[in-house]
């Protein structure tokens, strides 16, 4: 059944008189915005799909409504479901919703010896293994560092995700501004698909909601997802900290589109260390500046070598231009209603001469800015799918503020790194300030 007729079912479902008023009754009390909707359109971010246990069942669909009151707090979910696709027999199902906040926290270190998947413990004892920075260790998969739980669902997405020619691929190296590109990736692309101004998604959803990780979430705690279903706008939009090598064939061998972020090495680094230190295990013993640097330099980190993966996507991109966009961080700072433009003919939706004279352009770098997406409730509170605070994917989203904490000498390391990793490559970051300033 296709996305938009299996959607259309459960608006007639809803409609019915009884699940209906069951519904208003369920609703009383409660501050939303028209849930009812009788126009046909793609459901908005507030439909969200569910398993009834929480794991993958085939013979149960539906989906859920969250209502919030008017501060923004969650104040419960209501599911309507049924049994098999074609019936009609459906009921609504109210979810308290502290019950319904509750993450699914997942361990940073887990070990693979503690896994059943004997084929995973087999791996995982052939690779190289290192100490992380906030982890016990890390295993060198493919080119690259990760932790022993985060194998299984990257093997799951690299084996099973099948691109479709319209898809477009988020792709970025941790902490090079990963949930602003989200942001403005899911604006610029889909700004037709919803109402400007108070209607936004991002107002009421984190872009890491909108514009969901494969590895990291969608194969988490699911070998085959539903990925058809998932997004609730077309095309689908995805995100992934996979490096291009590592990507599955279906994503490189079709027409489907890459948007990649870098951002300068000396910047990266110290965010990393930041981001990275709050999620230290109790027992582990913090790494000293020097120490952390030592290993970003030898590249051991949750999904380092940093140089690889940026020249894997840097000499993909000028092989294949029409397919990887790739942009940095500091151009989008210093210009980014040019960078938007060149963005939107990329993705396909080229912004029109009445939208840039309405300032379409303005307003979505505006609601999508760091500041404006630091400041909304929806990015203070909760947490992420792997337990990570929302808040926590905010930090300062400065060019240059490396200079705040690394040293002349520490400087001088990076930026000899930086020269022999990047020479002959045609790749440049600008730094914001010299060593002298520093």
Known sequence: ?????????????LWS??????L??????????NPLSKEWVPPPPGWLKFNVDGAVREDVAGFGLVLRDSKGEIKAVFFLHFTGCQSRDSKIVVMDAAETSKPRLVSLTEDADKSPDDELLQLVQTLPKEQGWAVSNLYLYQGFWCTAHFLKPLISFQRHFRAFDSDVIVATFPKCGTTWLKALVFST???NQFARDDDNPLLSFTPHQLVRF????LYLNNPCP???????????LFATHVPYASLPASIKDSNCKIVYLCRNPMDVFVSLWLFTDKLREENQEPLSLDEVLDKFC???YIHGPFFDQVLGYWKASREDPDKILFLKYEDLKEDIGSQLKHLAVFLGVPFTEEEDKQGVVEEIAEICSFEKLQELEVNKKGLFITGVPNKDFFRKGEVGDWRNYLT????????????EKLDNSGLTFKLSYTASDA
């Open 1 to 13: 059944m296709s996305f938009m007729s299996f959607y259309t079912k459960i608006c007639v479902l």
């Open 408 to 419: 002349s000498a520490m400087v001088e390391r990076l930026e000899k790194l930086i020269q």
């Open 226 to 236: 539903d990925l058809e279903n998932i997004c609730a706008y077309k095309p689908r």
């Open 298 to 300: 030898r590249g051991i």
């Open 214 to 217: 494969l590895e990291h979430d």
């Open 24 to 33: 208003c009754k369920c609703c009383s009390g409660v501050s939303y915005s």
């Open 17 to 22: 008189r009884t699940a209906y008023d069951e």
């Open 189 to 191: 692309l889909y700004r």
